[in-house]
């Protein structure tokens, strides 16, 4: 057995990301539309597994929330709110994160760490680390694969959003849902993994599995919008945007 352990390894890891990279293909086929996407954040609610924030753009910016706002809409233009605005002690824009190629560099704006050492400049962030914000906010950040630059961050501390979620995806074109232990939405009881693809127009769903969004039969080419239900054998999920 100790001799074909490490074959059956690479065996399964090969096969897992031959399954991975077959899902990355077929979500990179274009989609086709004149409309155009309103917003670029996105609560994903997932029936069995929890809330995650979908953020699609190449740049987020990292702060305290501010007002007695709904956790379903972002404040006016003249009091802004950080794209991931959090329950804390914390500068209304503390730091940001831009998505540059393939990597993720942290911009400092007030106390910020990486793996417990403080910042000051530019920085970016290495696979699997730690951010502190202030004295006490902590997020894991991580890129689940390497077939994908989508990024994730869960939280290390008691601090959340006003609407509490799970997680925060840092979405660079695709999110992978499902039972592999590469995808960025860990869905363990799923038998088929779903991708969503970011277009021009919004989020579009993509599985193996035959789907229905609002009980009827998806197309290829539909965008998830206005919190619809997007539902397999299996699964179910609400994808709710922010505005």
């Known amino acids: 057995m100790k001799q074909t352990a490490g074959p059956l390894r690479t065996f399964l890891d090969e096969r897992r ?20 996407a ?41 009091e802004p709110e950080a794209d991931l605005a959090l329950v804390a002690n914390l500068s209304r824009d503390h730091a940001s994160i831009q998505r540059v190629d393939e990597n993720y560099v942290l911009k400092p ?13 530019d920085t970016v962030l290495p696979d699997s680390c ?10 894991s950040f991580s890129i689940p694969t390497p077939l994908s630059a989508t990024a994730k961050m869960t939280f290390a501390s008691d601090h ?3 609407t509490s979620v799970d997680g925060v995806i ?21 038998s088929e993994s779903v991708v969503l693809v970011q277009t021009a ?25 206005n919190g619809q239900v997007v539902s397999g054998e299996d699964f179910r999920f609400r994808l709710e945007p922010l505005i």
């Open 17 to 36: 990301d031959i399954m991975i990279s077959s899902f990355f293909s077929l979500a990179s086929k274009s989609v086709s539309t004149d409309s155009q």
């Open 201 to 225: 127009a919004g989020i579009v769903a993509k599985s193996k599995q035959e789907m229905q969004i609002d009980n009827r039969r998806a197309e290829a080419s539909d965008v998830v919008s």
């Open 38 to 78: 309103t917003t670029d954040r996105y609560v994903a609610w997932i029936d069995g597994v929890g809330a995650w924030l979908i953020l699609t753009g190449s740049s987020i910016s990292l702060g305290r929330v501010n007002g007695n706002v709904s956790p379903l809409i972002k404040t006016s233009s003249a």
């Open 170 to 190: 840092l979405m660079a074109e695709t999110c992978l849902l499902g039972p592999s232990v590469s995808g960025h939405i860990s869905c363990r009881n799923w």
């Open 160 to 162: 959340r959003p006003r």
């Open 130 to 139: 730690e951010i502190t914000l202030g004295d006490s906010v902590r997020l």
């Open 109 to 121: 704006k007030s106390s910020v760490q990486i793996q417990n050492r403080s910042i000051s400049y």
